[in-house]
C-alpha cells in the first residue's frame, strides 16, 4: 500500500525523497568508452571522444558506445600538404614521423611533424679514422660511398663491421671495430721439458723449450712462435728418460737385474729403490721400503726382501754420478689375476708367476642356485692342471641358476678368486643376478652399458595355492627406473605359489620368476573366559580372519585342568593326544575343516558325537578341565611328525620354509597359537 520513486535514467536516488546526476564517466573511459578515448559527463547522460591522433569508426565527433562506435588509428600522412619535396611521412599509431629521402638531407631542420629537405648530393666529406687500423679508401665521400678498415701488423679484431657508407644525412656509419694487440699468453707446458722465454707474447715472439735433466732429446721442434692469432704455434718436442737402466728383468722372484747404459768402466753408480707393496685380497696391508744401492758392475743385481703373497711395484732411479728418470718394474705373487666369463659357462685368467710352463694346479669349488632359491643347494668340486700363461675351463652349468665359483691354488700361499656367474642366456642384458629379498622382494642387475638410462619393466604376476583351488591372486603393473640395480617389493599373499613374469620392451625380452610365500602364526582363537556347569557345557567358536595365511583347520582339546600349565601345543608329546577316545592326559574332542566353522558357532563338550576324526567323549562327573581351542594352518604337505621320522633312522629339523623328498606324506601345521577355557564339571 506504499509509493516508491525511480529516479530516471542517468540519474540516482534514495527511492523517496530526490535523485541526482549519475556520472557514467567515474566506470573508466576504458571501461566505458573504449581504448584511446576520453569521457565527458552530462546531466543524466554522457557522451565519448577519440583522442588526438584518432577518429571515431562511425565519423561522428562524440559517440555513444551501446552502438558498437569505436577510435581508430588516423594515418595524418594522408593529408595533403603535410610534408614536402624529397620528403617522406610515415605513420605511427596516434602519431607520424617525417623523413628526408636517400638524396636529400634536411635542410632548416623540423618544425612540428614537417620537414624541409633540400635536394642536392650528399658529401660526406673524409671518413674518420679508427686506433691501430689502416683504412682503404677511394677518396670519394658522396653518397653511397664506401670505405674499408683492417688492423695492423701485430692487433687482431675484437668485434665490429670493418666497413663504413656515406649516408643521406652527410656522415659516415658509426663502426665499432676494435683492434687489440696480438697476445698469446703463457706457452703451453711440454712434459718433461723447460721453457726459455723472455717473456712476451706478442705477435711474433719466440719461446725455446729444453728436456729436463735425466731426459734426452727424442724428436721434434722445439721452438714456438706467436701467430696472428694470437696462438702459439703447436710444438712437437719430444723428452725420454735417459737410457741409464735398461733390459730390466726379474728373477728367482724377489730378484732384479738391469744392464747400465754408459760404457765406462770401474765408475761407481748409486741407485735409488722405491718398493711399495699392497696384497689385492688384504685392503689394509701396505708394504713400503726405500734405499740406495752402489755398484760398479755394468750388469748389476739385487735381491729384495719381500713378503709372500703381495704384488710390489719398484722405482729404480740413478741419482749419481748423474741423475736419471725413473725406470718401473712389477713383481707379482705367484698367482693369478683378471678372472673373466665368456660363452656364459666358461672362464679364463691370467697367471702372475715368470714360471710359464710350469704346470699349476687349480681346485674349484661351485655352489649352485636356482633363482627363486635363498640357500645354494648344488655343489661341484674339482680339480685342473695346466701350464699355460692364461688358461681357459669351461664348466657344466645349467641354466635359469646363478653360481659361485671359488677358484684357488696350492702353491701361491692360498691365493684365490671369487667370482659370480649368473646362467640366463637370452636375458643377461636386461636382468642378471636376480635375487629374492624378504621372501616378496626382487632384485637384479642390469648390463653396465644400459645403467644410468631409464628402462620400463611390465609384471604379470599369479599366485596360486595347491590346497585351496578356488584361490586365484593377479596383479599386473609397470616399473620405471634408472638405476643399474633395480629393487621391487610385491604385495603378495602368504602361503601362495607365485610366478612372476618380468619383460622390458626396450630388449623384447622376458623372465619368469618363481617365488613362494610362508605362512605366519594364525591369529589367536577369539573366545570369552567364562565358567560352566552341567553334563554338555556349550562352547561358541567364532570365525578367525585369514590375514596372515589361511586357516585349515579348529580344534578342541580337553585337558584335565592340573595339566594346564605344562602342556604345549607344539610338544613332541602333543601326538598323543590325536586320537579318538577319552585319554586321562587329554583328548581331542572335535576337528572342524576351516569352511564349515561358521560365527559364534556353538558346540556342546561330551556330547557323544564325532567331529572329524574325533570322538567327543562325555565329561566325568566331579572332574575339573581346561579346554584349548586351537587354530590350524596347513601347508605344502609338511606334518610335525619328528617322532615318527626319528624312528626311521632320520633326524631331520622341519620348519615352514623346508621341502622334504623321501620322507613320506608329511605335512607342517603351525601348533602355537592357543588359548584355554576352563571348565567347571
Avoid at 13 to 18: D, E, I, S, Y
Avoid at 51 to 76: A, Q, V
Avoid at 331 to 345: A, C, P, Q
Avoid at 500 to 523: E, G, K, Q, R, W
Wanted: glycine fraction near 8%; charge should be neutral.
Amino acid at each position: 500500500g506504499k509509493k516508491v520513486c525511480i529516479c530516471n535514467y542517468g540519474f540516482v536516488g534514495n527511492g523517496r525523497t530526490h535523485c541526482q546526476d549519475k556520472d557514467e564517466c567515474q566506470i573508466g573511459a576504458s571501461k566505458i568508452c573504449g581504448e584511446h578515448t576520453s569521457c565527458h559527463n552530462t546531466r543524466g547522460s554522457f557522451y565519448c571522444i577519440c583522442l588526438e591522433g584518432y577518429h571515431p569508426s562511425n565519423n561522428n565527433k562524440t559517440f555513444i558506445p551501446n552502438d558498437g562506435t569505436y577510435c581508430t588509428d588516423t594515418d595524418e600522412c594522408q593529408v595533403s600538404g603535410l610534408c614536402g619535396v624529397g620528403g617522406r611521412c610515415v605513420n605511427t599509431v596516434g602519431s607520424y614521423n617525417c623523413y628526408c629521402m636517400e638524396g636529400y638531407r634536411p635542410e632548416n631542420g623540423t618544425a612540428g611533424n614537417t620537414v624541409s629537405c633540400k635536394g642536392e648530393i650528399t658529401d660526406c666529406g673524409r671518413p674518420p679514422s679508427i686506433p691501430n687500423t689502416d683504412m682503404i679508401w677511394n677518396n670519394i665521400s658522396q653518397l653511397g660511398s664506401a670505405v674499408y678498415y683492417q688492423c695492423k701488423k701485430g692487433y687482431r679484431s675484437i668485434n665490429g663491421r670493418n666497413m663504413s657508407r656515406c649516408t643521406y644525412n652527410g656522415s659516415w656509419e658509426i663502426l665499432a671495430l676494435i683492434c687489440k694487440e696480438v697476445d698469446c699468453g703463457i706457452p703451453p707446458p711440454i712434459q718433461h721439458a723447460e721453457l726459455v722465454w723472455n717473456p712476451s707474447s706478442s705477435l711474433g715472439s719466440v719461446v725455446q723449450y729444453s728436456c729436463h735433466k735425466g731426459f734426452e732429446y727424442a724428436g721434434g721442434n722445439n721452438i714456438s712462435v706467436c701467430t696472428e692469432e694470437g696462438v702459439w704455434v703447436k710444438n712437437t718436442l719430444k723428452c725420454t728418460v735417459k737410457a741409464a737402466i735398461g733390459n730390466v728383468s726379474i728373477f728367482n722372484q724377489t730378484c732384479v737385474k738391469w744392464r747400465r747404459s754408459t760404457r765406462e768402466t770401474n765408475l761407481k753408480m748409486v741407485y735409488l729403490f722405491h718398493v711399495q707393496g699392497r696384497r689385492w685380497h688384504q685392503k689394509a696391508f701396505f708394504h713400503e721400503a726405500t734405499f740406495t744401492f752402489t755398484t760398479e758392475e755394468e750388469i748389476p743385481e739385487l735381491c729384495l726382501d719381500l713378503k709372500a703373497g703381495t704384488n710390489y711395484t719398484v722405482n729404480i732411479t740413478v741419482v749419481s754420478p748423474e741423475p736419471s728418470g725413473p725406470v718401473t718394474v712389477t713383481i707379482k705373487e705367484e698367482g693369478f689375476s683378471s678372472v673373466s666369463v665368456f660363452n656364459d659357462t666358461c672362464l679364463k685368467w691370467k697367471r702372475h708367476s715368470g714360471r710359464i710352463g710350469v704346470k699349476e694346479t687349480y681346485l674349484f669349488r661351485i655352489l649352485g642356485r636356482s633363482w627363486y632359491q635363498k640357500e645354494f643347494s648344488r655343489e661341484m668340486i674339482f680339480n685342473f692342471t695346466t701350464g699355460e700363461e692364461t688358461p681357459e675351463v669351461c664348466l657344466e652349468l645349467n641354466s635359469g641358476a646363478n653360481y659361485m665359483v671359488n677358484i684357488t691354488t696350492a702353491s701361491s700361499k692360498g691365493t684365490s678368486a671369487l667370482i659370480t656367474i649368473a646362467i640366463k642366456t637370452e636375458v643377461k642384458e636386461a636382468f642378471s643376478n636376480m635375487r629374492i629379498l624378504n621372501d616378496t622382494c626382487l632384485t637384479w642387475r642390469q648390463s653396465i652399458r644400459r645403467a644410468d638410462r631409464k628402462e620400463i619393466y611390465s609384471f604379470h604376476i599369479q599366485g596360486r595355492r595347491w590346497y585351496q583351488k578356488e584361490f586365484f591372486h593377479e596383479m599386473a603393473f609397470n616399473l620405471t627406473t634408472y638405476g643399474q640395480t633395480p629393487e621391487v617389493c610385491l604385495d603378495l599373499r602368504p602361503g601362495t605359489n607365485y610366478t612372476a613374469n618380468i619383460s622390458t620392451a626396450a630388449l623384447d625380452l622376458s623372465v619368469l620368476v618363481s617365488m613362494t610365500t610362508p605362512i605366519i602364526d594364525p591369529p589367536f582363537p577369539e573366545i570369552e573366559f567364562v565358567t560352566v556347569r552341567g553334563p554338555a557345557p556349550a562352547l561358541s567358536l567364532r570365525k578367525a580372519e585369514d590375514r596372515n595365511g589361511p586357516i585349515s583347520f579348529y580344534q578342541v582339546i580337553v585337558l584335565p585342568l592340573a595339566l594346564q600349565s605344562t602342556f604345549t601345543c607344539d610338544s613332541l608329546a602333543a601326538v598323543t593326544f590325536f586320537s579318538n577316545a577319552t585319554d586321562a592326559e587329554g583328548y581331542v574332542a572335535a576337528e572342524f575343516l576351516a569352511k564349515d566353522v561358521a560365527d559364534n558357532m556353538l558346540i556342546s563338550l561330551g556330547d557323544r558325537h564325532y567331529y572329524g576324526a574325533f570322538y567327543n567323549a562325555p565329561l566325568k562327573q566331579g572332574k575339573n578341565y581346561c579346554v584349548v581351542l586351537r587354530i590350524i594352518s596347513q601347508w605344502n604337505k609338511v606334518m610335525d611328525l619328528l617322532g615318527i621320522i626319528e624312528s626311521q633312522g632320520w633326524r631331520v629339523y622341519i620348519d615352514s620354509h623346508t621341502f622334504l623328498e623321501g620322507a613320506g606324506l608329511l605335512n607342517f601345521q603351525h601348533l602355537r597359537r592357543r588359548k584355554p577355557l576352563c571348565i567347571r564339571h
